[in-house]
Every structure is written in C-alpha cells, then in structure tokens.
T-cell receptor, first 115, second 109 residues
C-alpha cells in the first residue's frame, strides 16, 4: 500500500469517550503532521513531528494528545472532546528537515463528530 | 511559515476555458507550493516553485513567482469539470505550511 492512510475514516464519539486516530505513511518520509479542518475555516496545523520528535504544538488543547512511535506512524489520542472539536482531521507527511519546506502528502482524513 | 492569500475567493468558468488564480504572501520564502482539495481526491500537492525560479510548468498547470512583489499565480489551461476544487498557495520558509482560505474554482460542463 502506498501513500498516506488514515483510520478510521469516520468517527462519532461522545464527550466522555476516549478514541484514537491513526495515520500511516509508506513514503519513507521523516516528518508527519496533524491538521484540523473545520467548516469555513482554513486548515489549521496542530502538531509536527520531525524524526519522531515533536517540533510543533500549535497551542492545541491537552484533550488532543499526539504520539509518534516511529517515522511511519502517527496517532492522535482524543479524550473529553467538545462539540466544537467536530471537524476533518488530516494527517500529512513530508521529507524531514527544519531548514526546508517540502511538499506534503495528505491522507484522506478522519471525519470526527463529537456528540 | 507563510500564509498565502488567494484571489479571487471564488471563480466560475466553462469547461475548456483557462483559469487564473493569484496569491500574495508577506515575508521571505524558500519555495511556494500550490495544493488542490476536492471531495473526491482530498488535499493534493500540485506544484512547487523555488524562490530562484520565475516560472514552472506541469501538464496543464503553469505557475509564476515574483519574489519582488511577493506574489504568485496559477494558470490552469483547458479546464475540465474535474478541476473543480479549492486551490491553496502556501509559502515555505521552514518545515511548516500555513494554509489560507483558498480559491474555490468551479468548472461548469
């Protein structure tokens, strides 16, 4: 399988639930990203991992907890979410290098609904 | 990171026509990238132009970059209904990308 995959594609969860989103890339990249896309708002960068180290946390609430066990996998652990957290969550990967910006390859996203 | 500001916000054309979208950014960049997002194929990288390049082609796409004016343009020639999507420009100055609101292109059959 090639590219960037995300599971699940759709998720409905209550505010007291705990769930995790998974992202996997098969491109040999060293940087991985989580983005949030809400209706009528620009894509928002949440977290960046470069060579498995978190290099960016864009003031994301602690109810979102990322995990990057290796360069190919990225998780987003969710707990005690709010209805306003309902959005499309996109994962992306790219070559890793702090000094350059490379093209990013995006997964299909997880459509999250918090009830 | 650089947030691009795309213009126009929405564009509607007939199939076969050319579509031009513009972008402005505020500070120095290493490269500028264009992305497309539609419901069928998600968010996809289209083309990257380096700061020392002025023009680049890829298939039906033509991108220009004017670093003195901090602006870029994306031309799609002979548009197709499948080109209907939102288009985003993103200036790259480190490993982060910051997306703007994009241009919504509608190609009518």
């Amino acid at each position: 399988e090639t590219g960037v995959t995300q599971t699940p594609r759709h998720l409905v969860m209550g505010m007291t639930n705990k769930k995790s989103l998974k992202c996997e890339q098969h491109l040999g990249h060293n940087a991985m990203y989580w983005y949030k896309q809400s209706a009528k708002k620009p894509l928002e960068l949440m977290f960046v991992y470069n060579f498995k180290e978190q290099t960016e946390n864009n003031s994301v609430p602690s109810r979102f907890s990322p995990e990057c066990p290796n360069s190919s996998h990225l998780f987003l652990h969710l707990h005690t979410l709010q209805p306003e957290d309902s959005a499309l969550y996109l994962c992306a990967s790219s070559r890793g290098d702090r000094g350059q910006t490379y093209e990013q390859y995006f997964g299909p996203g997880t459509r999250l609904t918090v009830t | 990171s650089q947030q691009g500001e795309e213009d126009p916000q929405a564009l509607s054309i007939q199939e076969g026509e050319n579509a031009t979208m513009n972008c402005s950014y505020k500070t120095s960049i290493n490269n500028l990238q264009w992305y497309r997002q539609n419901s069928g194929r998600g968010l996809v990288h289209l083309i990257l132009i380096r700061s020392n390049e002025r023009e680049k082609h890829s298939g039906r796409l033509r991108v220009t970059l004017d670093t003195s004016k901090k602006s870029s343009s994306l031309l799609i020639t002979a548009s197709r209904a499948a080109d209907t999507a939102s288009y985003f420009c993103v200036g790259g100055s480190n490993y982060k990308l910051t997306f703007g609101k994009g241009t919504l292109l509608t190609v009518n059959p």
